[in-house]
């Protein structure tokens, strides 16, 4: 069984300048999220999606960052415009049902903003 | 809210020798889960194991074990006959109405 892929694996850009985040996940999987992780800590759960609705969304900055999951499989991440801050692994994880009870991760998008 | 505290940074572990973890948490919730997850260096985050918290034994996977205390809402992980392999981050984690909050993690190295 395949995991869950994201792309691209690494982004450098420069502060002001936008970036998009592709993930897909394990097929069937209902729920998808989307994680922050700064150095040296945990992830932070940015937005959860259920099927190609959003169940929360109360820690995304919506001033900047964006997400769809057309369809109710592939999801997109969108910073704009980025600020240094947002330098970060960016990973995105599914799972089977509405009331997940494991959650599976992808590798990561590794965004240094400059 | 829920909290997820791991009070230590690091730890450093003879290969072949037992290591535990700790992790506190708090709660509200009556029906949540606990998860410990591995991200090596590769930073794949790899499930490790998992206790549902209505479950009074304690959850075990080959050399992966838990003492999950309830009342004290302490969640500590072992790992026995630790190797190279395991060096990696650990991270304590805390999920109820399928959302997951972390803890802070902690370094582990295994020394050869």
């Known amino acids: 069984e395949a995991g869950v892929a994201q792309s691209p694996r690494y982004k450098i850009i420069e502060k002001r300048q936008s970036v998009a985040f592709w993930c897909n996940p394990i097929?069937?999987?209902?729920?998808l999220y989307w994680y922050q992780q700064i150095l040296g800590q945990g992830p932070k759960l940015l937005i959860q999606f259920q099927n190609n609705g959003v169940v929360d969304d109360s820690q995304l900055p919506k001033d900047r960052f964006s997400a769809e999951r057309l369809k109710g499989v592939d999801s997109t991440l969108k910073i704009q415009p980025a600020k240094l801050e947002d330098s970060a692994v960016y990973l995105c994880?599914?799972?089977?049902?509405?009331?997940?009870?494991?959650?599976?991760f992808g590798p990561g998008t590794r965004l240094t903003v400059l | 809210a829920q909290t997820v505290t791991q009070s230590q940074p690091e730890m450093s572990v003879q290969e072949a020798e037992t290591v535990t973890l700790s992790c506190t948490y708090d709660?509200?919730?009556?029906?949540?889960?606990l998860f410990w997850y591995k991200q090596p260096p590769s930073r794949q985050m790899i499930l490790v194991i998992r206790q549902e918290a209505y479950k009074q034994q304690n959850a075990t996977e080959n050399r992966f074990s838990v003492n999950f205390q309830k009342a004290a809402k302490s969640f500590s992980l072992k790992i026995s006959d630790s190797q190279l392999g395991d060096t990696a981050m650990y991270f304590c984690?805390?999920?109820?109405?399928?959302?997951?909050?972390f803890g802070k993690g902690i370094t582990l190295s295994v020394r050869p």
């Open positions: 097929s069937g999987h209902a729920t």
């Open positions: 994880a599914s799972g089977e049902g509405q009331y997940t009870d494991t959650q599976y």
């Open positions: 984690a805390f999920m109820a109405n399928s959302k997951l909050t």
């Open positions: 709660t509200s919730e009556n029906n949540y889960y």
